[in-house]
């Protein structure tokens, strides 16, 4: 069998990984192989706790415990991480995934895909290079698929925005920061040599940078020396879930492409490595039908779920404030909070059962705050 994998990305390339080192005859299609982005490139203890060799050094990241959250109308508060988030610079990262399928035995093509038409036997992947033959194709090329018939679906509804500057600076918190009004947030990303410093949402690209702009003048980060970025990410609205493609006759889609980003954080870099992991997984097994199967088990039904608290966590209030402030004040004032925001952070809280933990721990959490704010010391 020869598999063709069009993209690149973390995705991509740990599905070709996957399939090279079972014997598959892999080939991966990417116009640039590896480029950075101004996503974080945060990778969470549920990732590299998966998959060890994330974490085994040889790759520049940055091990960061600190971080701190900020809201209107909420004092900071600071979360010290108990399993610190891996922060690669994504050029290093995708640079490092497609080294590891090169050596497992996949063979990387440095073009653009130009379509992707079924035949008899299989898929005839047009390249700017020219044509390839193969018997089965993943879709790994972004949120920016140019082949519309295979992956998500994207409406303008269903896509938020990333964009955000490469700093160069150094820090070593995470900085996120939340606004009335904002479907999203800030963030800072201390990575290895640079900042990556960017807000994503849904809004208009025009007023996300103003947003950006300002914070970066208000907290001294200057965008002397700076790159800018910008890029499309999935955010699937609860509806199109239903409807969302992830496999056919011959083909998978994994990663952004996909629609596998959550929708409340815009993290996709776990979602990307799992589901390549999964549709190796039923390539190698020839058990094609159980993919979509068992990455609605482990992924998607978490995400639609977050895709429907999405609204009210960002628009919605709890106890008489905004759920973003009364996040940041839980989190500064109350133990059992922070125990869930530090699963939140590992990755190990699935959305599905938050609201539950939440309400259940409300009088444990309302008389910790309240305990705390009659003393006044240990507010920080």
């Given at each position: 069998m020869?598999v063709a994998?069009?993209?690149g990305?973390?995705?991509?390339a740990f599905?070709?990984?996957?399939?090279?080192?079972?014997?598959?005859?892999?080939?991966?299609?990417?116009?640039?192989l590896?480029?950075?982005?101004?996503?974080?490139g945060?990778?969470t203890w549920?990732a590299y706790s998966?998959?060890?060799?994330?974490n085994?050094?040889?790759?520049?990241?940055?091990?960061?415990?600190?971080s701190v959250?900020?809201?209107?109308?909420?004092?900071?508060?600071r979360?010290?991480?108990?399993?610190?988030?891996?922060?690669f610079?994504?050029?290093?990262?995708n640079?490092m995934l497609?080294n590891?399928?090169?050596?497992?035995?996949?063979?990387l093509?440095?073009t653009?895909?130009?379509?992707?038409d079924?035949?008899?036997?299989?898929?005839?992947?047009?390249?700017k290079n020219?044509?390839?033959?193969?018997?089965?194709?993943?879709?790994?090329?972004?949120?920016r698929?140019?082949?519309?018939n295979?992956?998500?679906?994207?409406t303008?509804?269903?896509?938020m925005?990333?964009?955000?500057?490469?700093?160069?600076?150094?820090?070593?918190?995470i900085?996120?920061e939340?606004?009335?009004?904002?479907?999203?947030?800030?963030?800072?990303?201390?990575?290895?040599?640079?900042?990556s410093v960017?807000?994503c949402?849904?809004?208009?690209?025009p007023?996300?940078?103003?947003?950006l702009?300002?914070?970066?003048s208000?907290?001294?980060i200057?965008?002397?020396?700076a790159t800018?970025?910008?890029?499309?990410?999935?955010?699937?609205?609860a509806?199109?879930?239903?409807r969302?493609?992830?496999?056919?006759?011959?083909?998978?889609?994994?990663?952004?492409a996909?629609?596998?980003?959550?929708?409340?954080?815009?993290?996709?870099l776990?979602?990307a490595?799992?589901?390549?992991?999964?549709?190796a997984?039923?390539?190698?097994?020839?058990?094609?039908?159980?993919?979509a199967t068992?990455?609605?088990k482990?992924?998607?039904?978490?995400?639609?779920?977050?895709?429907?608290?999405a609204?009210?966590?960002f628009?919605g209030?709890f106890?008489?404030?905004?759920?973003?402030s009364r996040m940041?004040?839980?989190?500064?004032?109350s133990?059992s909070?922070?125990?869930?925001?530090?699963?939140?952070f590992?990755g190990?809280?699935p959305?599905l059962g938050?609201?539950e933990?939440?309400?259940?721990?409300?009088n444990?959490s309302?008389?910790?705050?309240a305990?705390?704010?009659l003393?006044?010391?240990?507010e920080?």
């Amino acid at each position: 069998m020869k598999v063709a994998v069009l993209g690149g990305g973390p995705s991509g390339a740990f599905a070709a990984e996957r399939l090279a080192a079972a014997g598959v005859d892999t080939i991966v299609f990417d116009e640039k192989l590896a480029w950075e982005k101004p996503c974080g490139g945060g990778l969470t203890w549920k990732a590299y706790s998966q998959y060890p060799f994330l974490n085994d050094g040889a790759t520049a990241r940055k091990v960061v415990s600190d971080s701190v959250l900020t809201a209107p109308g909420a004092k900071p508060a600071r979360l010290r991480l108990d399993h610190p988030i891996l922060i690669f610079s994504r050029y290093d990262l995708n640079s490092m995934l497609l080294n590891r399928a090169q050596k497992a035995g996949a063979q990387l093509e440095r073009t653009r895909v130009l379509g992707a038409d079924r035949t008899d036997r299989g898929w005839s992947i047009r390249t700017k290079n020219g044509t390839v033959d193969t018997d089965f194709c993943i879709m790994a090329a972004g949120a920016r698929n140019p082949l519309k018939n295979l992956g998500t679906e994207l409406t303008a509804a269903d896509s938020m925005t990333a964009l955000g500057y490469y700093v160069p600076a150094d820090r070593d918190q995470i900085d996120i920061e939340f606004f009335a009004g904002l479907a999203g947030y800030v963030w800072v990303f201390p990575r290895c040599g640079h900042l990556s410093v960017g807000i994503c949402g849904k809004e208009p690209a025009p007023s996300l940078r103003a947003r950006l702009l300002r914070y970066m003048s208000e907290h001294g980060i200057s965008t002397e020396g700076a790159t800018y970025y910008g890029h499309v990410l999935p955010s699937l609205e609860a509806r199109a879930w239903e409807r969302n493609r992830v496999s056919g006759e011959g083909w998978m889609a994994v990663g952004d492409a996909a629609g596998l980003v959550d929708p409340i954080t815009g993290e996709g870099l776990y979602y990307a490595l799992r589901s390549g992991d999964l549709a190796a997984e039923s390539i190698i097994a020839e058990k094609h039908g159980t993919y979509a199967t068992k990455l609605k088990k482990e992924i998607s039904e978490d995400l639609e779920f977050a895709s429907r608290l999405a609204a009210h966590f960002f628009h919605g209030s709890f106890l008489w404030g905004s759920v973003t402030s009364r996040m940041v004040q839980f989190t500064r004032l109350s133990p059992s909070f922070r125990a869930l925001m530090q699963d939140l952070f590992a990755g190990t809280q699935p959305y599905l059962g938050l609201r539950e933990r939440v309400w259940g721990n409300l009088n444990l959490s309302l008389r910790e705050i309240a305990r705390n704010k009659l003393v006044p010391q240990r507010e920080a």
